[in-house]
């Protein structure tokens, strides 16, 4: 991802946002936008969102509408990362304004149970 500003999800809108929420000047989604909408993307075994799980660690739209996501899952052998990837393209994919989405997994920082939002943590029983 280039040194841009990128929205992480502390950052992001709490207010709901639909798929074709708001667009930039230039017609490309916001990246708080993008954000919102990978809120419809579950992880098949938690059936938890993947922003509220902690597992998105940072969005980026360039000018052209193309989406730059950083992301992790929540073991370093979780063989669920492609598809996770498929459903954020998908997902995107109509979301006006969105050109390329590259999903890049990361290993760092490594994830934890802390990195979930409190709706998480109190769905999965974590207190």
Known sequence: ????????????????????????????????AV?????????????????????VYAVHVDERGDVDIEYTLTTMGCPIGPLIEDQMRALLAQVPGVGEVRAEMVLRPAWSPEMMSDEAKAALGIF
Do not use: F, K
């Open 1 to 32: 991802m280039n040194e841009q500003e990128t929205v992480t999800p502390e950052g992001a809108s709490a207010s709901a946002t639909s798929v074709d929420g708001p667009a930039r000047g230039d017609g490309a989604p916001t990246d708080e």
């Open 35 to 55: 954000m919102e909408a990978l809120r419809n993307v579950y992880d098949p075994e938690l059936g938890i969102n993947i922003v509220d799980l902690g597992l």
